[in-house]
Each structure stands twice: as structure tokens, then as C-alpha cells.
């Protein structure tokens, strides 16, 4: 008998590699949101470290947001290239007859 591993999807809920996949370039592409919103907003802070701390938590909430409602299509994108990659490699490494 074999347990399955905990994950952040709950107690004994294992993940298949295509969703390990969509949840990593999903998280990217959150990473990637929240990057372009702190660097707009550089420009227009006003040096206050605790509105500075609040905005950063709310421009990490709100990125995630868009990043599982579709974002930007980053995340579609990457899953798209790492799907084809594995395709590809799995073509070079089989045996031709």
C-alpha cells in the first residue's frame, strides 16, 4: 500500500505533472504581475514604508488574482512551450523505425 505525499492542494491529493505545470506558470506569471505594477509604482511613492508594505501585499494579492483568471496569457503561453519541448523530446529520444 503507497501513500500519497501532502500537498498544498490538501491531504493526500496528488498532483498530476500537467497541473504541477499550469500552477508553476500561473505562479510566474503572478511573480511577473506584480513586478510590472511595484516598478509603475516607483515612480509615484512617496517614501512611506507602511503604505509602502500595505501596497506591495495588495499588488501580490491582485497579481495572483489575474494570474488564475487568465492574466496576461503568460502562464497559457509557457504551458503551451513546455508541452511542445517535452513533445519534441520525446520524438528525439524514440527509437525510429
Known amino acids: 500500500m503507497t501513500t500519497d505525499p501532502i500537498t498544498s492542494a490538501g491531504v493526500g491529493a496528488a498532483a498530476a505533472p500537467e497541473t504541477k505545470v499550469a500552477g508553476a506558470a500561473k505562479q510566474f506569471e503572478a511573480l511577473m504581475i506584480a513586478q510590472m505594477l511595484r516598478t509603475a509604482r516607483e515612480d509615484t511613492e512617496d517614501g512611506n514604508s507602511s503604505s509602502s508594505t500595505m501596497l506591495d501585499v495588495a499588488d501580490q494579492q491582485f497579481s495572483q488574482v489575474l494570474a488564475n483568471n487568465g492574466g496576461l496569457g503568460l ?13 519534441n523530446a520525446n520524438q528525439q529520444s524514440s527509437p525510429i523505425e
Open 75 to 87: 502562464a497559457k503561453l509557457i504551458v503551451k512551450g513546455l508541452n511542445q519541448g517535452q513533445t
